[in-house]
């Protein structure tokens, strides 16, 4: 089916271990994003992608890491997962259209425990 | 710097009331808006966008928002509230390649 797509929706993981979210999308959208939510907090910017190999910090990288070797795909990695990285992360994409006023499409979300 | 400001981390109305939910942005050229609702455990779906043109722009599920340019504000209104409303709303503000967001206003139904 054409849309957005997280896996896993949920994972629980060791602190230090490393971990990956995957998020793919069938629209061939130009931009791709990574958010996490947490209370208090709203969704902050992790990290964004322009176009396939183009990567951003956005406001919250430190202890992330991403990459998109394919316009579809854009997996955000954990090298070493802490406890405050426990959050909800939210993959979106958005078309270039006119760039800046196009809105982003979201995933459903992936919930993820450090212990 | 914080783009997008939303001043109420609870909002409470009752059922049939109008609603109203602030968001006040900081941005130096012409913004680009949107308005996004998060269902419980649920993504977010946007609700209504501002580029440019008419500074009132209706939305999806009866909702709305004003651009006021002068006040840097892009408030969402609603007529007559209904308990499906009851959720996350946020602001946000498209800068630069990026979308950044308020953290939130949650909206609670009184029957």
């Known amino acids: 089916d054409a849309g957005i797509t997280q896996s896993p929706r949920y994972k629980i993981t060791e602190t230090g271990r490393q971990v990956t979210l995957m998020c793919h999308q069938t629209w061939s959208h130009s931009y791709m994003f990574w958010y996490r939510q947490d209370l208090g907090h709203g969704l902050r910017l992790i990290y964004y992608s322009a176009a396939a190999d183009i990567t951003d910090k956005g406001e919250v990288p430190d202890g992330y890491v991403v990459s998109r070797s394919k316009t579809e795909n854009f997996p955000l990695t954990l090298e070493s997962a802490t406890r405050s990285q426990t959050s909800v992360y939210f993959c979106?994409?958005?078309?270039?259209?006119?760039?800046?006023?196009?809105?982003?499409?979201f995933g459903q979300g992936t919930r993820l425990t450090v212990v | 710097a914080q783009s997008v400001t939303q001043p109420d981390i609870h909002i409470t109305v009752s059922e049939g009331a109008s609603l109203e939910l602030r968001c006040n942005y900081s941005?130096?050229?012409?913004?680009?808006l949107f308005w996004y609702v998060q269902s419980p455990g649920q993504g977010l779906q946007l609700l209504l966008k501002y580029f440019s043109g008419d500074t009132l722009v209706q939305g999806i599920k009866g909702f709305e928002a004003e651009f006021k340019r002068s006040q840097s504000s892009f408030n969402l209104r609603k007529p007559s509230v209904h308990w499906s409303d009851a959720a996350e709303y946020f602001c946000?503000?498209?800068?630069?390649?990026?979308?950044?967001f308020g953290k939130g206003t949650r909206l609670h139904i009184l029957p």
């Open positions: 946000a503000v498209g800068r630069d390649d990026k979308i950044i």
């Open positions: 941005y130096g050229a012409t913004p680009y």
């Open positions: 979106a994409s958005r078309g270039p259209g006119t760039a800046r006023g196009t809105e982003a499409f």
